[in-house]
């Protein structure tokens, strides 16, 4: 009997015995991504408040410690997507999840009582290299998986609804990590963060294992020769929504605003509406496109939060933003997918979404030192004018 049976979808080889592809991204999957996911969310409003108020450190020490976790994804992104081209989107991620509960450990210790600040926070900035580590591992894993367990040809789908899952989790983490951390403590925002990928690595464990079909694999720095354009995109795209994660809570804080805590909620509704009903537009309309118009529309949302006179037109800054970040990851990712070979998509995955850990990791600091010297409202003004550079950049790529 053959060996490879042909997948309709992919339009490459597929192992005999391998699931077929589905309709739509499978559930297991998403679920697992999400429950992983929380990890992320829950500290993302706790820990400015904890290394700022309670430790004593300046904005730009806050912007270098939450950068630091991006720093070290976009160092082992490659690694990640080598594990995942040879071993499968599953093995990635559960590797992923164990990093990112030791992660949650080292974020409960950091927070027991009895350190001093400089000692508590060297044991945060480790907790964030190690989530940074796990992370990687985690999302390249489970978006390669997403997409092998429906074909290329749905990637902007699959890409969308892994999005969906990890902003859900965003938008539900933030609150419920702010809501733990002041009638609770840090030490119960840690137990969660330690419980979320425990529960993703459960999951992932028993759902069905999605590869990409096997082939000539071209080195991962030429990967990133291929899709730079695309990546470079995605970068400006991230350093609005990096400005919301980092500065939002200290921002509303300075105000006198109190509803900090769902910040990310708004950014997360209108994310995620759009998702659900756009989703396929990458695949449809092709990726280019979609993503211009979505890096415009994020400009105007960080322009609202920066002219914000009350937390209401702030927080519909948020949720205008998340309208526009909504599809420029799917909207790329396709664009990015069609530029290497099939066996390659799981190092295209992690190089792609370096790029998007790299402005993570420079807009941290970076805000934190726009924050320092113009204020917290400044850091909106960077976040359009880097979405408007991003439009900028497609549309000149485009032509």
């Given amino acids: ?6 997948s309709p979808r992919d339009g490459a080889a597929r192992p005999e015995g391998a699931p077929l592809p589905l309709s739509r991204p499978s559930p297991g999957v998403i679920a697992a991504l999400f429950c992983g996911y929380l990890a992320v969310g829950l500290p993302l409003p706790v820990l400015p408040l904890f290394i700022h108020e309670r430790l004593g450190f300046s904005n730009f020490v806050v912007g270098l410690v939450i950068g630091i976790q991006f720093l070290a994804t976009v160092l082992t992104r490659g690694y990640a997507g080598r594990i995942t081209d040879q071993q499968g989107g ?7 999840a164990i990093g990112c509960a030791l992660a949650g ?9 009895g350190w001093s600040a400089g000692a508590a926070l060297s044991i945060v900035v480790i907790g964030r290299l190690m989530a940074g580590f796990g992370e990687s591992q985690f999302v390249t894993g489970c978006v390669s998986w997403s997409i092998a367990s429906v074909g290329p040809t749905r990637a ?6 892994t999005g969906i899952a990890m902003f859900a989790a965003l938008s539900i983490g933030a609150p419920v990590g702010m809501t733990l951390y002041r009638q609770m403590g840090l030490q119960a925002v840690m137990l969660a963060c330690i419980a979320a990928p425990a529960a993703a690595w459960m999951l992932a ?34 350093v609005g929504l990096a400005g919301l994660t980092a500065f939002a809570s200290l921002f509303f804080a300075s105000r006198g605003w109190t509803h900090a805590g769902v910040v990310m909620t708004c950014f997360g509704a209108g994310f995620i509406a759009v998702r659900l009903m756009f989703g396929h537009l990458p695949d449809k309309i092709g990726g280019n496109t979609v993503a211009l118009w979505s890096l415009m529309v994020e400009a105007i949302g960080q322009a609202l939060v920066w002219g914000a006179t009350h937390e209401g037109i702030a927080l519909a800054g948020a949720f205008v933003t998340g309208l526009g970040c ?3 990851y799917p909207a790329l990712g ?11 998509r799981g190092s295209a995955i992690g190089a792609f979404a370096a790029f998007l850990d790299i402005a993570y990791g420079i807009a941290g600091p970076t805000a934190g030192l726009v924050a320092g010297h113009f204020g917290y409202a400044a850091v909106y003004v960077l976040g359009a004018a880097s979405a408007l550079l991003g439009a900028a950049l497609i549309l000149v790529g485009d032509r």
Avoid: D
Avoid at 90 to 96: E, I, P, T
Avoid at 105 to 113: G, N, R, S
Avoid at 156 to 161: P, T
Avoid at 205 to 234: E, K, M
């Fill in 205 to 238: 464990i028993g759902t069905a294992g999605y590869r990409s079909p096997a082939g000539v694999r071209i080195p991962f720095h030429r990967v990133v020769g291929q899709i730079w354009r695309q990546g470079a995109g995605l970068t400006l795209q991230g």
């Fill in 90 to 96: 599953r093995r990635s991620a559960l590797q992923g």
């Fill in 156 to 161: 902007g789908l699959s890409m969308s609804w």
């Fill in 326 to 328: 909504a599809l420029v």
């Fill in 334 to 344: 396709v664009e990015a997918l069609k530029r290497v070979p099939p066996a390659n």
């Fill in 105 to 113: 450990v080292l974020y409960l210790v950091a927070a027991l009582p």
């Fill in 1 to 6: 009997m053959s060996a490879i049976a042909s």
